[in-house]
């Protein structure tokens, strides 16, 4: 089976998960949510580990959550995050070899 060739809009989309995934923070970021029990993390949860501030992991939240990586919900004042399966699937997706 051979893969078929991306299109514009495709290539588009996945140019803007492999940007935000390029970064080393917020690909830490995207593993800890993935990978956090109950496949969500609240952001309480995630500042831990990074010597970085509050508004910087919002930063890079944000990012994460406009590439269409993340969906964040808000409970009370913290905001919990979960990844995006299908999303990360397509990411996958496009650095597989086809098969031959």
Known sequence: MSQTPLSAEQA????????????PVRLRL?????????????????TEGFELT??????????????????????GTWIYYRAVPAAMAQLSAAL???ES
């Open 54 to 75: 509050g508004p910087t992991i919002s930063h890079h939240l944000k990012v994460l959550r406009e590439a269409g990586l993340i969906t964040g919900e808000r409970r």
């Open 12 to 23: 588009e989309a996945l140019a803007r998960g492999f940007k935000a995934v390029a970064d």
């Open 96 to 98: 597989a070899p086809a």
């Open 30 to 46: 995207l593993s800890l949510i993935a990978s956090h029990a109950e496949g969500e993390a609240c952001v309480c949860d995630l």
